[in-house]
Structure formats: structure tokens, C-alpha cells
């Protein structure tokens, strides 16, 4: 292991200007998770009833607080996975280097914990940048914080570099390099989907949601069980759609298009239909986040302003700060989510770049090959998102009902459309890096 520590700190200080890129996007990753981490800690450490100046009273009770804590967390689900996505783009782009290792005697295995080792480097760094900042802005704003917060911080401070680690490891597991310098991605045994995990997935719900209220399933104290339950189900039948989808489309377009870019996009979805659906996953849960809040932040601020004063709070801003900080850590998700289709792009033409140098050597344009990524995106990606966002409207509709039957909202349908719209414009920057994959120097290597 020391020996692995010392290599993934040579390769890591002579890394050039391009991994110097990857190297920054996993600080980075790492930085945001360190934050949301430290934020959670310090919001946990509060006991009892406060009075604080921060969100307009939404920190001084212990049940705001805990919504406020679980969001934070929640919130580290798409930041790991776009450390995962960086993991695997940063083992293609260094593949002459490990296969240097794998010359020099060093195994498969040592070569993937030398990698995610050069990922844990990088999330340190990026932790410690964002704990140094989370302490000056407590130190601030907190006169005597306790023990408790320290130790907090300390614990996540260490555990985030370290789940970087295993997380670039478990993305790795499958990236095998050659000491001939090819590297090539396993692809998995399976296949079949999530077909029993979205079964699974619905009985626990169900059984969950009987036990807890029996005789009001449904209603306002199953609520949150339902919701959840409702964006889990429709997140992993979103993703078995995007398989599914991408494998009949990829077989259909294959046979009957006459389009080049159709036609390589087509191959590549049947050859592989549950990549899309392995890197979607994030995109489509928060779309049916996305959409179930707008609907219900619609519907609430309408309840809200149509009540009589002397049964609200004082202050409406108590309400409207925690809908608007909802609101925006579902933006912040978006981001990273976006983010991490993007690097998903880049690592999908490294990983093929000496396929797409052997097309453009045989006549494929460039133009050919930069519309067939877009279609690879865009073909399994629309019904996914479709479906998504129906689960985020049913979640909006039932919303209403329980406040009052009131009009449905129209609002909450425009969000899969932009999140459609942002994806593809996420894929398309990737599209730079399409010069240098198709430069006929790749061929040396096939």
C-alpha cells in the first residue's frame, strides 16, 4: 500500500496540463461534498430550540433542522457520482502510464488502486480547502461552537477523501489495462435491467407505508414514505426505460436508417443500450425532483396565501426561505448532475477514441461522428425523461388534491423539457475534445 501511495504521488506531480483538468473537476467534487458534509454536522449539533439569525427562523427547530440536515446529505448522491465519472475519465486519459506499470511487473488490480489513490490525492486536497473555509465562516458566525462540531468536522474532513477513494475504486473495477497500452472497459455479465429492483423497491414501500399508518395511507402523515417512495419507483423504472429504449432503438435503427451518424449512434446503443441508462440514473432523478417541487411549491404558496394571516407565522419569509433553499439545492444537484453527464461524454470519446480515429481515417467526417454522440444522448434520454417527468407531475397532482383540489399545475411540465435541453447542451461539450480523438497518432495504438 505504501508503495501505491508513493506511485499515485509521482504520477500525480508529473501530470500534465490535460490531467491537471481531471485533477481539479475531482477537487472540486470533493470540495462540494466536504461542504454540504460540514454543513450537515453543524446544523446536527444544534439541540433543543434556538434563535438564530440565519434563514429566517428555519434553523431553530428541531424538525426544520432535520429537513434541512437531509437535504444536505441527499445532496451527496450526485457529487459521488461525478467523482465516479471522473475516476473513469481520468484511467482512460492516463492509460500509457499504467500501461508502463503493467510492463514494470505491476498487476491489474495494483493499477486500479493506484488510480483511485491519484482520485484520494486530489479529494484531499479538495477537502482541506473546503474545511479551512467552512471554519473561518463557523468561526464567524459562531462565537463558542462545542466539541462536537470540531470532532464533526474532523471525522468529515478525513471520511470524504477516503470515500473518494472507494468510490473511484468501485468505478474503476471494471477498466482493465494492457501492458500493450490498450484500455478497454468489461462490460457487465447482465444486462436484464432493474426489472426485480423496481419490484423489490415497490413491495417495501407499500409494506412500509401499511405498518406505519394503516388507517391513513395516503393522507398527509404518509406523506414524505410516499413521495419518496414515489421518486425512487420512478427513478429506477426511468432507468430501465433508458436501457430498454436505447436496446430497442439501437436494433430498430440499425436495420432501417440510412443516416451515418443515425447509423453509428444506433450501433453503439445496441452494442452497449445500459451505459445511457448507468449514466442517466442521476439526470432522471432529479428531474422527477425537479418536477414534483415545482408542482408543490406552486400549489403551497398558493395555500399559503390564501389562509388568514393569524394562522401562519409572523414572518412569511420563514416559509418562503425554505421552499427557495429547496429550491435551490435542487439547482445545485442539477449542476453537479450536469456536470457529471458531461465528463461522462468526454470519458465515453476517450474511451473509443482509437475506434473513432479508424472511422475518420476510413472517410467519416468529423461532423458524421459529432452528431452520432449527440443522437447516443438524445435517442435513449427523451422517453426516460418523459416517463421522469409524469412520476414528478402524479407527485404534484396528489399534492393538490390533499391541499384542496385545486387546478393542476402547468408549471412543473416545462421542467423536463429544459432539463432535456440542458442535457444535450451538456453532451455537446464534449464535442471539442472530438479534434483530438479522431487524430490519426490514436492508430498506433490499435
Known sequence: MRT??????????????????????????????????????????????????????????????????????????????????CARIGAVHRDRRLAGLRLAGAGPAQVRRIAALESGLACLAGSLVATVLSVLFLLTEWQRPPAVVWAGFAVIAVAVPVLGALVSTLALRRVVASPL???????????????????????????????????????????????????????????????????????FLADRTGNPATLIAAERLRDDPWAAARTHAAVLLVT??????????????????????????????FYTTGVNLTGAAILIALAITLSGLAVGAAESLATRRRGLAAQAAAGVSRTVLGRALLLETALPLAPAIALAGLGGMAISVWYGQLAGGGSVPLLPALVP???????????????????RSVHPAELRYV
Open 288 to 317: 422527477v425532483v425537479g418536477t414534483g417541487f415545482m408542482g408543490v411549491r406552486q400549489v403551497l404558496l398558493d395555500e399559503l396565501n390564501g389562509r388568514d394571516r393569524h394562522t401562519l407565522a409572523e414572518n412569511m419569509s
Open 181 to 251: 497500452g490498450w484500455v478497454r472497459r468489461v462490460r457487465p455479465s447482465g444486462g436484464r435491467g432493474p426489472g426485480l429492483a423496481l419490484l423489490l423497491a415497490a413491495l417495501v414501500i407499500l409494506v412500509t407505508g401499511l405498518i406505519l399508518a394503516p388507517g391513513s395511507f395516503g393522507g398527509f402523515g404518509t406523506a414524505p414514505v410516499l413521495v419518496f417512495g414515489v421518486v425512487i419507483l420512478t427513478g429506477v423504472g426511468a432507468v430501465w426505460v433508458t436501457g430498454a429504449t436505447a436496446r430497442f432503438k439501437g436494433r
Open 4 to 85: 501505491d501511495l508513493r506511485l499515485a504521488l509521482l504520477l500525480t506531480g508529473g501530470s500534465d496540463r490535460r490531467e491537471w483538468w481531471r485533477i481539479t473537476l475531482t477537487a472540486v467534487g470533493a470540495a462540494l461534498a466536504t461542504g454540504f458534509g460540514l454543513a450537515a454536522a453543524a446544523v446536527a449539533s444544534l439541540q433543543g430550540q434556538h434563535n438564530l439569525a440565519l434563514a429566517h427562523g428555519l434553523l431553530d427547530q428541531p424538525g426544520e433542522r432535520s429537513g434541512v440536515i437531509l437535504t444536505l446529505l441527499l445532496l451527496l448522491v450526485p457529487v459521488l457520482g461525478f467523482l465516479g465519472q
Open 417 to 435: 423539457v429544459i432539463v432535456y435541453a440542458a442535457c444535450l447542451l451538456a453532451a455537446a461539450t464534449s464535442l471539442p475534445l472530438l479534434r
